[in-house]
């Protein structure tokens, strides 16, 4: 946990994956952005529906934009499941349960309108949530809870609704078929 006055650090990260040290996680994305270590949730209830979240609109990067449930960076040395819980604790204000890694090679670059970059080695995390959330308004601003076919065909048809990472988490998901294993009421 990062106490008060302490800076929180992301992974930096070679073209190999490999971590060869840290940077301050307040000044790291810019317009050269490092490759620097992230981590993606997906939720689900237990119904099977998976969880949409709009970015609030005091995001840095992509505010407003519909992606995934969470988003962050393991802290150095940190477990990346423990720091999957630590965001979703934060963000969505539930503990999440059944955290599984499906996707752990994903890697990106993307730059946002403002110019700011994200180019992050990305593994892809799915866990279990309660409907019952509590978000935090600095990190989203609405979300729903919805079929993966749907967000699977919004990431094809309106790629523009949705984070960069997302859509091309989305093509991921299709060709392995991850979510199509998961069961989804109406």
Known sequence: MIGEGLVEEVV???VAGSPIGTFDKALVHGPDTPLHLAFSCYGFDQDGRMLLTR???AKRTWPGV???ACCGHPLPGED???AVARRVRTELG???RDVRLVLPDF????????GV??????PVYLAELSTDLAPDPAEVVSWEWIAPSDFLTAAETAPFLLSPWSVLQAAEFRRSGLLGQRRASG
């Open 55 to 57: 970015r609030s609109l």
């Open 107 to 114: 890697r990106y670059r993307a730059v946002d309108a403002s």
């Open 94 to 96: 539930v503990e999440p």
């Open 12 to 14: 930096l990260l070679d």
């Open 80 to 82: 990346p499941v423990d």
């Open 117 to 122: 970059v994200e180019h992050e080695v990305c």
């Open 66 to 68: 519909w992606t995934n």
